[in-house]
């Protein structure tokens, strides 16, 4: 019923960018607090980013000053602009979806920072 797909994905060099999106179906986009994890090989999930419903925007740290999160209500989707990636940002990048106690994943898409 609830789907999220993630694309955008791809291999740069350090220094580049990248920009993800997912896009929501089967709910109510406007009420959703989305928000962007990842997980590189042999590593657990990390938190990268979320954006409330008022576009309110927590980063963590380690992204802080080179990503963007930020969500068009009307294409019902979030987006991920990456830029100074590094090669420790290599991961697969997944998208989630929350209300109250219900949450929702995307398939996650791949990126790749290598020279």
């Known amino acids: 019923q609830v789907q999220l797909v993630e694309s955008g994905g791809g291999l740069v060099q350090p220094g580049g960018s990248l920009r993800l999106s997912c896009a929501a179906s089967?709910?109510?986009?406007?009420?959703?607090?989305m928000g962007w994890y990842r997980q590189a090989p042999g590593k657990q999930r990390e938190f990268v980013a979320t954006i409330t419903p008022a576009a309110g925007t927590n980063y963590a740290d380690s992204v802080k000053g080179r990503f963007t999160i930020s969500r068009d209500n009307a294409k019902n989707t979030v987006y991920l602009q990456m830029t100074s990636l590094k090669p420790e940002d290599t991961a697969v990048y997944y998208c989630?979806?929350?209300?109250?106690?219900?949450?929702?994943w995307g398939q996650g898409t791949q990126v790749t920072v290598s020279s």
């Open positions: 989630n979806a929350g209300v109250d106690l219900m949450h929702f």
């Open positions: 089967g709910i109510s986009f406007g009420i959703l607090h």
